[in-house]
DNA sequence: TTACATGCAAAGCATTTGCAGATAA
DNA sequence: TTATCTGCAAATGCTTTGCATGTAA
């Protein structure tokens, strides 16, 4: 999978925030600015919406949730961060631009990224008229108290 | 990943949809014997709990949604099916007990397995205060036309 | 000025739960 | 007989939608 989508770099001085929202070609609203910032210059890290909610609460901003969720979707669709279905109702989104694989530990919700040179993956090709859209490793980790 | 569970052959002439009922000591109801025999007795297939539910129906036998769910999660527990959480919202349930991955076609909602020979994973190693409990590939395929 | 974004509240949807009545062993 | 299961209907939790209002350019 080598989709090459130009991806926001947090780690480059030339990018920021609010400079996703213009490269992108969407508005620079109060809220987008205020959730890409984040999203966006916080480092790697993996995010539900509810945690983006609060963290903007938390800054004593205005926003809703339905706001929350149309940018979350809107990124995603630009390839700007990846939704990571963990369990039903469940997801989480994440910033990291390299590829990557998620290891779960379930008993804490909470998603460590393993980079792809550590998983060796080789899918058998797919036909020409389907297109390889993502491919999800899920690595799924629990104590050894939590078995059911 | 190599937990070994003892899981229903569908195979086996010595096994059928009742004795797993038998085998996993739970009460053999009419409506676990009913959802046994669809999901063990008709070879590798991906079910949805509506699926069931319908087949049951249309079976002309009574059933509820409820009780759907209550045995799915039951099997999986017991280890007999596997869920694969495709998307929010849906899952499905795999009664294929080989190893195996898959290959969801998105706008199709129909999941295909990949045997794991077919998939080179090679994860590293994790710490020994946690269990690992399942590798999930989802390899998500979509049609040409469908690109958002 | 106006196309687009926001926010509320309501709707949606798959799944879970509480509980009274039914049933397998 | 009794522990367990079923089924209904209501509750849940996350996410989406409709629509009136607000706002960036």
Avoid: W
Wanted: glycine share 2%; charged share 25%; aromatic share 6%.
């Amino acid at each position: 999978m080598s989709a090459s989508i130009e991806v926001y770099n947090p780690m480059s001085p030339y990018n920021n925030a609010i400079n996703v929202l213009e490269k992108n070609g969407i508005r620079a609203t109060k809220q987008r600015r205020v959730l890409a910032k984040l999203i966006f210059d916080k480092g790697k890290r993996h995010i539900s919406a509810e945690n983006l909610f609060d963290e903007v609460k938390k800054d004593d901003r205005k926003i809703s949730m339905a706001t929350v969720y149309n940018t979350l979707k809107q990124f995603t669709n630009l390839g700007l961060i990846k939704e990571i279905v963990v369990d039903q109702n469940k997801s989480l989104y994440c910033n990291n631009n390299q590829s990557h694989y998620h290891l779960y530990i379930e008993d804490e919700s909470k998603v460590i990224d393993i980079p792809t040179k550590n998983i060796d993956l080789n899918i058998p090709s797919i036909p020409a008229c389907l297109q390889l859209h993502n491919i999800d490793v899920i690595v799924r980790i629990r104590t050894l108290k939590d078995q059911k």
